[in-house]
């Protein structure tokens, strides 16, 4: 079992940054491709971010490119999430995921999900 905990979110102004972390527990997470996934009140959660086992890879939705950096520490288990120029449409419960295939965190899935962040940008 591997036990995932965000922690960084916050309220910020709109064009303001935060950083988060999603620490795991329980194994090693080297091999697992990891990601970040939001979900604002009454819409679906989704994508937005995925790096994967190495770091060699990273992907981002487009509502977040240029702003967003997606990065991970083995030697820590932990990934982040460097979140710049927010704005108020990024406001959302910011989840982490981990799973053994890339492909599977990129399209929305994960073996394992955190309890999730909330991140609030005031206009």
């Known amino acids: 079992q591997v036990q995932l905990v965000e922690s960084g979110g916050g309220l910020v102004q709109a064009g303001g940054s935060l950083r988060l972390s999603c620490a795991a527990s329980?194994?090693?997470?080297?091999?697992?491709?990891m990601g970040w996934f939001r979900q604002a009140p009454g819409k679906e959660r989704e994508f937005v971010a995925g790096?994967?086992?190495?770091?060699?890879?990273?992907l981002y939705a487009d509502f977040v490119k240029g702003r967003f950096t997606i990065s991970r520490d083995n030697a820590k288990n932990t990934v982040y999430l460097q979140m710049n120029s927010l704005k108020p449409e990024d406001t959302a419960v910011y989840y982490c995921?981990?799973?053994?295939?890339?492909?599977?965190?990129?399209?929305?899935?994960?073996?394992?999900w955190g309890q999730g962040t909330q991140v609030t940008v005031s206009s």
């Open positions: 329980g194994r090693t997470v080297s091999n697992y491709a």
């Open positions: 995921a981990v799973d053994q295939i890339f492909g599977t965190v990129v399209r929305g899935g994960g073996d394992y």
């Open positions: 790096i994967s086992s190495v770091g060699g890879r990273r």
